[in-house]
């Protein structure tokens, strides 16, 4: 067994080197991503060993990017683009929505498009407007792509490699302020499904659902709460669409009480969907209404601010609060 | 992958080569700045023959009237499809009517190995790469989004979001590149769809690879009710220039010229020399679809001097002068024309729609829980609706 400690950054550039070394059909696309590796160093190292031809600085042109990933995935391609910024991913968002999501079904599945488009995502690092961005709604609302999102070193080692094999086109939001946060990675075991969300601590008295980025925040939330000796169960999604919600589920049989959290707006935001369909599936287990800490309906704001505009320690606390006051 | 790097990998893509077909681009920088800039053409409306030193042509009786017979029936076939929209059997349809000569042009200048990306009105394109025109009229009647497997016939669907397949055609391109092979790959679009940022793009992106892809503008002088004028203030194919690539413009009602100045960019694009843009001066004779109406917009004069260009009748003069078709052969075309608007139809009406649950079908290759779910959901309310029946 190969156990590494690494950080998610890493984790991700050895899960991309392997992509690249296993499959000579794998490439990887992007803005600066290869002598620099990156803005954020994932791709480092990688063009000076796997070449020009494979990793491949682009024109700095979104739709470009993931215009040309789809002509070469039709040539038999599995090319992996980088998408420097959340906030801009908007000049790609048409080819992505209107020709990647949709292609397979349009040729009644006699093409397969098996892009993976990686986008650094979410706030906390004290960056200028469009560098903060959580946009995956956006994203998990259109079928025919599939959005997913690791929070520690194991899953981004392991959902990558998924990522790149599977068939269908996958947003790949990585939680930026994260990258730097270190974890054990198994590198020969064999991970579960890529869209199965995972129990990251146990607890009885509620649930609280996160991705990416918030996971640690609910984590640490979920410690804060016991020392008040409350039992707090807290899933990591993994997966916005498709979202696992058998695990759900059993969680919120087990607890009675559902607080959603992440960092996007609330509005039309990921916790509503979570939330209409458990409150469908465990009406009658329910002992509060589901709630839901986010983002508000309002522009990222100033750095400064981002503080009060993130779903903090506090925040999540609260509603922790609120729903077993019911 | 860098200009270099592909040069070096594959030495016969090297420009040391010389050209056997002289650059496009010398046409384009002696072009005067004009409204109607100078046109490669070998076939004048009045069907006489004439020579362009850049572009050479010899084609055999045959091959004329091989070209003449693609021109005949792709309209013939367009024309159906026009009726079928007026009698309600299609939702829509987009006529290529003016348009035959570049399309059929074009579409003689590839080889099988070529790809094609087409936008959704290439009929006459479709129709050189063996499509079934009975499959072109699918998503026109709603029943699918596309009737054909792009790989049998190297022709991609019909792309509705105006350039977002320049695109995939110059990705496709780059791919081709990198494997190695010395195939071309065409990507059609609109003067309107000049205007979009993918077109440009793909241009860029197709010079920096130089990738083996040949930009095919049919320009038709409206996009939907929008003259040319209110997309660009030079010439489309001069646009090629400033990103490091030959353009030219041909007339795109002469098939002859279509034919040599496409066959050229495709060989400029096998031997390793990169993008080129080739702008074919044409006319949409209709409606842009069966839903505007171009007497709203345009004036009755326009069309009529158009129709003077007609790329079908100059070629049948042509032909006529040439002693290169008899009377049997215009005879029997007629009655070929004639059954392939038969059969259209017939196959029209028989098209039968989908099975409800296709809604559901390759929505995704891996599968979805979701969509599963979902679809379990929808055929049991449509059981519900037998169960009340019985």
Sequence with gaps: MAMEKMSIAKALNESLRKALDTDPKVLIMGEDVGKLGGVFRITDGLQKDFGEDRVIDTPLAESGIVGTAIGLALRGYRPIVEIQFDGFVFPAYDQIVTQLAKMHARALGKIKLPVVVRIPYGGGIGAVEHHSESPEALFAHVAGL???????????????????????????????????????????????????????????????????????????????????????????????SPIDFDTIQTSVEKTGRLVVVHEAPVFYGSGAEIAARITERCFYHLEAPVLRVGGYHAPYPPARLEDEYLPGLDRVLDAVDRSLAY | MTVESTAARKPRRSSKRTSAVKTPAKTSARTPQSSEPELVQLLTPEGERVEHPDYQIDLTAEELRGLYRDMVLTRRFDAEATALQRQGELGLWASLLGQEAAQIGSGRALRDDDYVFPTYREHGVAWCRGVDPTNLLGMFRGVNHGGWDPNTNNFHLYTIVIGSQTLHATGYAMGVAKDGADSAVIAYFGDGASSQGDVAESFTFSAVYNAPVVFFCQNNQWAISEPTEKQTRVPLYQRAQGFGFPGVRVDGNDVLACLAVTRSALERARRGEGPTLVEAFTYRMGAHTTSDDPTKYRADEERASWEAKDPILRLRTYLEKQQAADEAFFTALEEESEALGKRVREAVRAMPDPDRMAIFDHAYADGNPLVDEERAQFAAYQASFAEEGN
Excluded at chain 1, 157 to 182: G, L, N
Excluded at chain 1, 199 to 219: H, I
């Design chain 1, 146 to 240: 599939k959005v997913v999102s690791p929070s520690n070193a194991s899953d981004a080692y392991w959902m990558m490699q998924q990522a790149v094999q599977s068939d269908d086109p996958i947003i790949f939001f990585e939680p930026k302020r994260r990258y730097w946060d270190k974890g054990e990675v198994e590198t020969d075991s064999i991970p579960g499904p890529l869209h199965r969300a995972s129990v990251a601590r146990t607890g009885s008295d509620l649930t609280l659902v996160a991705y990416g980025p918030m996971v640690k925040v609910c984590l640490e939330a979920a410690a804060a709460a016991q020392e008040e000796g409350k039992s707090i169960e807290v899933l990591d999604l993994r997966s916005m």
